[in-house]
Nanobody, 119 residues
């Protein structure tokens, strides 16, 4: 079983920055994609950023390109997400996720961490 544990999150003002960490375990299960998804009440969930595991190619949603940066450790068991130039509409619960097949078909979820951006 894959386990994903996030840390980070909290409250920040518009324009501020934040850092997330996601630690993976149970990686004997082959995943195609690992990354962050965010959810906001009343909105469809949105993929934010992640990696395609086959070649560690990063992927970013258009809404965060140029503002968010994903990285990983050399052991490929920890992901980092740096969020810069935060906006009010970045307010959401952010989940670290793993997908065995398509990026949008999430099989494993972390517990989630709340980010609140205020003006």
């Amino acid at each position: 079983q894959v386990q994903l544990v996030e840390s980070g999150g909290g409250s920040v003002q518009v324009g501020g920055s934040m850092n997330f960490t996601c630690t993976l375990s149970g990686t004997e299960i082959r995943l195609n994609y690992i990354g962050w998804v965010r959810k906001t009440p009343g909105k469809a969930r949105e993929g934010v950023a992640g990696y395609y595991v086959s070649n560690w190619q990063p992927w970013y949603a258009d809404s965060v390109k140029g503002r968010f940066t994903i990285s990983r450790d050399n052991y490929k068991t920890t992901l980092y997400l740096t969020l810069n130039s935060l906006r009010v509409d970045d307010t959401a619960t952010y989940y670290c996720t793993g997908s065995r097949y398509a990026r949008t078909d999430v099989d494993y979820w972390g517990k989630g961490t709340q980010v609140t951006v205020s003006s």
